[in-house]
């Protein structure tokens, strides 16, 4: 018997059925068409289906959609809202992306761990995105990318509304 579940998605709310057993990752890429978040391994290790609850970073390959009912669910798709965002600025100017396969789940990885701590050291970068695998980079420009976001984020904070950075 299907359940009835309420979520923000994005920020926008959605009320739909969905059978018990649907795991988050298949809402989100099936019911959604968010394809952003990707299917990498089925068992929790690469966090390829990295996705916030709550801001939490959650692999939706674990989670049942029923278990969003009533929370806040973020995809990559909601990072940026038209130009790029930060983070995945420093994704491309540091190369911390080669296959990108990876990279949703490292920019929600980053995201969160930006947002409680906006002066990450390497080694709380490093456990924050442990949770998720790299095939192609040697972590090494991940790591600056997310330091070089954190820097960015702390200017554009700065910056008064309306003003333009640099004048």
């Known amino acids: 018997m299907n359940r009835s ?5 994005n920020g926008e709310k959605v009320s739909t059925e969905v059978e018990p057993r649907l795991l988050l990752v298949h809402f989100i890429r099936e ?5 952003g978040t990707h299917i990498g391994c089925d068992t929790s290790h690469c966090g390829a289906c990295t996705v916030l609850l709550d801001g939490v970073p959650v692999k939706s390959c674990t989670v049942l959609a029923v278990q969003a009912d009533g929370r806040q669910l973020t995809t990559v798709e909601a990072i940026g809202a038209g130009q790029l965002h930060p983070i995945q600025k420093a994704f491309k100017e540091e190369h911390g992306l080669q296959c990108g396969f990876c990279t949703p789940g490292m920019m929600l990885s980053s995201f969160a761990l930006l947002a409680d701590n906006p002066d990450p050291t390497e080694e709380e970068i490093r456990w924050a995105l442990s949770g998720n695998i790299c095939r192609c980079t040697g972590y090494m420009n991940i790591v600056k990318a997310v330091r070089s976001a954190a820097v960015q984020m702390k200017q554009a904070a700065a910056v008064p509304a309306g003003a ?3 004048s």
Do not use: E
């Open 5 to 9: 579940i309420t979520a923000t998605v």
């Open 31 to 35: 019911r959604l068409r968010l394809t």
């Open 164 to 166: 333009v950075a640099g």
